[in-house]
């Protein structure tokens, strides 16, 4: 009786083609098959504000969700500027925030990868891979000539994600600013 109950159990899991399945107990998934990259709208703005809060207080800025709620809401409703939404398993994880320039010596458009952030429970997914690699494709659709960000001096963890996807480090310009 067992061997008969053994045998049935295998022809419940066999393939038709006659090969076992690979892994039949446990689904394998990539932790980025449920990761989606979307532009955002100003509909989007309240999905997007408590991160793009979030990313302000990385950088010691006090917290102000209904600012960055303004600020955000303008800057797409105007279509000043593009920022794309990353979801992992249809919840915000993260964002990059880009604005368009032109060089006139080059005379072309350009971004500026302002923005990127990642809440802290995602990272290590690869959000941030995918959010830059959107932003690349952005570039590359309108055409520009180029990217460009600026991050923290001890941003370890981004600069080590920028340069393993070829950015480098500008080593011939001086950046300057006058506060106002």
């Known amino acids: 009786m067992r061997l008969a109950e053994d045998h049935s159990r295998r022809g419940r ?14 689904p394998m998934r990539s932790p980025t098959e449920s990761l989606e990259v979307v532009q955002a709208t100003p509909a989007d703005v309240g999905e997007v504000a408590p991160l793009f809060d979030a990313y302000r207080q990385f950088y010691k800025k006090p917290p102000d969700l ?3 709620r303004r600020f955000l809401f303008a800057r797409l409703s105007k279509g000043e500027s593009v920022l794309f939404l ?3 398993n249809a919840r915000t994880v993260g964002f990059v925030h880009l604005y368009p320039v032109f060089s006139s010596v080059n005379l ?7 923005d990127l952030y990642v809440a802290v429970e995602a990272r290590k997914l690869g959000v941030g891979r995918a959010l830059m690699k959107r ?3 952005l570039a590359e659709d309108t055409q520009a ?3 460009t960000l600026e991050t923290a001096i001890d941003n370890h ?3 080590k994600l920028y340069e393993s ?7 011939e310009f001086y950046r300057y600013c006058l506060p106002l």
Do not use: M, Y
């Open 13 to 26: 899991n066999k393939r038709v083609d006659g090969q076992p399945p690979s892994c039949f107990l446990v």
């Open 145 to 147: 000539d180029g990217l």
């Open 135 to 137: 932003a690349h494709q």
């Open 66 to 68: 209904e600012a960055a």
């Open 86 to 88: 990353a979801r992992h």
């Open 157 to 159: 963890a981004s600069q």
């Open 108 to 114: 072309t458009r350009q971004w500026i990868l302002n």
């Open 165 to 171: 996807l070829g950015w480098k480090r500008d080593e």
